[in-house]
């Protein structure tokens, strides 16, 4: 711009606040001032959004950190449940097996009873044994002590 065109400006600028009334000025000052005070606000909500965004960063990694945590321990919860289930399983059998044991025990002391009241009612022919000798029976031969150990 040169410097005649400067000069109308200033011309007509002082003009135009000479012929601009008061309360136009009045009104323009306090938009004015009211446009520096909302400066603040802009500020402050600016404050406001970048501490939001760095809440929810923080929040979606906290998410994805729980997340993970919470497959892990459904899987190990997976793994739980499948050896509680396996344990159940031996122990079921175990039980089954040791009431086979017990059984074939009983039944193998009923035999064994038999064959002690078998052997105790066997008495020994006079030819096998001595002549002065009181009659025996088989049992007398039997050693005691294993029966008795395997009775207790």
Avoid: C, Y
């Amino acid at each position: 711009m040169d410097s005649s065109t400067e000069s109308l400006n200033e011309e007509h600028g002082d003009e135009m606040v000479a012929s601009t009334p008061l309360k136009t000025l009045v009104t323009h000052l306090l938009a004015s001032k009211r446009s520096l005070s909302s400066i603040d606000h802009v500020w402050r909500a600016n404050e406001i959004v970048t501490s939001a965004r760095r809440a929810l960063e923080d929040s979606v990694l906290l998410g994805a950190r729980t997340g993970f945590l919470k497959r892990g321990i459904n899987e190990q919860l997976n793994v739980l449940r499948n050896v509680q289930t396996g344990v159940t399983d031996v122990a079921r059998k175990g039980q089954v097996d040791f009431e086979a044991v017990l059984k074939d025990l009983d039944n193998s002391e009923a035999r064994l009873r038999k064959t002690l009241k078998q052997l105790r009612s066997t008495i020994v022919e006079a030819s096998f044994r001595p002549a002065e000798g009181e009659p025996k029976s088989l049992l007398d031969f039997v050693d005691e002590k294993g029966v008795e150990a395997l009775m207790a």
